[in-house]
Structures are given as structure tokens and as C-alpha cells.
């Protein structure tokens, strides 16, 4: 595998947090500090109500906004959700997908995580599919077992030609929000794991071929030495990206 034929993809998740003022200040404080960083993709997954200021905000410069949740119906009686048609329209261009805490605050399955995923990628937007292990499923030694199950399910019915608009964030649930990391070694393996199996599902140029990304509090302090890892190709980033200083030095370890 050639990790030189890959994009390195630096993706912050804000969360819940950020008022669209908050949001126009930090991206405005951000601006300058990645400006011409081109060894890498930036890209800002805000809040709904953060949209239309961050795609405002960031015209003309090197980051891309991206949205945190879809949902996959194209309209309906689905109060409170969003489509990927109404997404598209603010401009957005990423989408995160199946993120673990929307899996455990918010009922997603692989199941509904697959439709979001397939409705996204009609829509034409990029998608960054979460899948990761449990504290307890780590520690029963099935982690290997979880990511590919996960990978299989989550992508069924997404062709070949699709998969150039995938990237596959690994996000170990245990060290999501803990201050726990995955060691880079243990991050190179499962995110190896998951190349495997995409070769497996649609061969060998895809697998080397699509982003896989390390999401388990990727920080200023550990991101070089993660990024440096061959299977890694990038962070989604979740405190660190609220902090202009902090996420430059992760775009700037991605160089």
C-alpha cells in the first residue's frame, strides 16, 4: 500500500458547540494560520445553524464545511432532521456518518447508518463513515472483528465507482472525549484492518486508494506521530478542532 497516492484529510468535528457568531471568530482566527498548508484537505464539520456563516466564512480560501449528521429521506414527516438535498443547497460539502456517540445517544444502527450513507452519496456529497470498538469489545480481542463487520454493513450497496467520495474515519469509542488514545501503533493495525477490508469488498486500487482517517482524541501533541503511520491518513478532530492554534498544528503535522 502506497500511502503517497492517498490525500491526507484533516476533518474537525465541532459538536454541539458554537453559536454561528462563535463560529465566524474562530473560523476568521483560523483563516490565516492554515492558508497555503496545501500537504493536506481541511475540512469543518459544524453544527446545522453554524452552516450557512462557516460556508460564508470560508469562500475562496482552502476549507471545505461539512455537515455532522443526515438524514436519509429525501423530505418527509421526520421533524427535526435534515436532508442531503437541503445540505447540498447551504453548500455543504462532507457529511460525517455513523459517528459513535450518534450511535449511542441517538439510536443510529448499521442499518440506518448504510441509508444515510447511500443518500448522501446520491446527493453527491463526500462522506466520512465512523465505525469503532467498545472499551469491552477491545478488551475481548474482537476489535478486528467489529471495524470489518461494521465496514461490510455500513458500505452494503455502495458501488466501486462511489467509494472515490468515501473516507472511512476509525474512531475507537473508548477514547472518544476520554483523554484515552489509541497507541499509533493499535491505530495502524485497526485502520489496516479496515483496508483489508475494502480490498476485500471491492479490491486491492480501492482499498490503497480511499482515506482512513483516526478519530480518537487526535490532539497538537500526538497527531505527528499518528499521521506518521502508513494507514493513517488523516484525524477527525474533535476538541482540538475548537481551538484554532491546536488544529493548525495538527493540519501542520499532516504537511
Known sequence: MDKAKR???????????????????????????VSGKKGCDIVLCVPYVDISV???????TNIKIGAENVHFAESGAYTGEISSKMLKECGVEYVIIGHSERRQYFAETDET?????KAA?????????CVGEVKEQRLSGITDEIVSIQTKLD?????ADD?????????PVWAIGTGLTATPEQADETCGVIRSTLAKLYGENIAESTVIQYGGSMNAKNAAELLAKKNVDGGLIGGASLKAPDFTVIVEAAQ
Open 7 to 33: 490525500p491526507v484529510v484533516i476533518a474537525g468535528n465541532w459538536k454541539m458547540n458554537k453559536t454561528p457568531a462563535e463560529a465566524k471568530t474562530l473560523i476568521e482566527e483560523l483563516k490565516p494560520m
Open 155 to 159: 458500505l452494503a450497496g455502495v458501488n
Open 121 to 129: 452519496l446520491a446527493e453527491g456529497l463526500k462522506v466520512i463513515l
Open 113 to 117: 447508518v448504510n441509508l444515510r450513507t
Open 163 to 171: 467509494m472515490k467520495n468515501v473516507i472511512i474515519a476509525y474512531e
Open 54 to 60: 462557516a460556508v460564508e466564512s470560508t469562500k475562496g
